[in-house]
């Protein structure tokens, strides 16, 4: 199996982790009389522990003192018996709490890391490879939703350790693998505090990094309002098939071809440009899904599957540009800190869209709105030594 292929499937098991919970979401409801609330806090606190762990790792400098793949196994091994512990040891919300956030701390190692790790292999392509390897991301995303629709009838404590099982899978995959001939490591340096931040020095940097906190307002918040866009502009009903489960699997799964296709897109046109295109075109879903959502609802779901596409097309080709334009020995924790606080805003604008949801309907959109068009605004000197996309250099010139 090419390198760069069971890198990208390892990072598919390993962040099954991060979702096991939400697809035992209905029995967790039943079993241990859960509210709605309930399982949002057993997401956050994922969520909580995989900012906690990237900025250590980060901030350490460990990411680049050790090998990516040594860490990259130890987490989802780690990963793997915290999430045992969830399916058997948890008794409620508050024990399982947690081992959630310690499932969330583990993935530090594995998100980022794999990121590193394909990287190490084909720098040369590295939108290519980083499209691939966030795609399987977004299909993790989406699992649950598919999980729902099929109504699976073995016992959540089943599901959740297959995930563990995947876990283990992808740390002998990674294990047999090894680090690329381009990966750099500083065995034996002293731990610097806050190395990463030196890469924020780097205007290339600071351009890819704020554009992905733009786009990063946008993301999360927009996986976890679809299955409620969907229900609000009753779209299963009108289409007359499916069910909103389904319907929100295919809705974010789609953004898997999103990241593949502009990683290859990548190839020609180059990272930046791809960005901008899909933040121009997450963009305008945004902005027309409100206006659209009650009438024709073959247009209304074009609009949603469209933005599923787009939502996250850019996500890896900004960590490519990250990657470029940082030494290769800071790659690791210039990586986990852009994505410790990509994920920071994920847990502002996933409250506030959460809060304002049922008084905004469908209009609830709107808030994420500011998120691509401050991503283009941060690209702004980029796409233009680049050439950008016709309608990005209208709105930024």
Known sequence: MPPVLAIVLAQLFGVSLWFSAN?????LLRVWHATAADIGLLTSAVQLGFIAGTLTLALSGLADRFRASRIFCLSVLAGALANAGFALLAHGVTQALVWRFLVGLTLAGVYPMGMKLVVGWRPEHAGSALGWLVGMLTLGTALPHAVRSLGASLPWQSVVLGSSLLALLAAAMVLHVGDGPHSAVRLGAPLRLAKALEAFQGREFRAAAFGYFGHMWELYAFWTLVPMLIRRSDLVARLGFGDAPALAFVVIGAGALGCIGGGALSRRLGSARVAALALTGSATCCLLFPWLADGPAWLACAVLLLWGVTVVADSPQFSAMAV????????????????????????????????????????????????????????RSVLRRAGAPRISRRLFS
């Open 23 to 27: 697809s035992a979401a209905d029995d």
């Open 324 to 379: 470029q334009a940082c030494r290769p020995d800071q790659t690791g924790s210039a990586l986990a800190l852009q994505t410790s606080l990509g994920f920071c805003i994920t847990m502002v604008s996933i409250a506030l869209t959460s809060r304002l949801v049922d008084g905004a309907g469908t209009a609830v959109a709107w808030m994420l709105l500011p998120g691509p068009l401050l991503g283009l605004l941060a690209l």
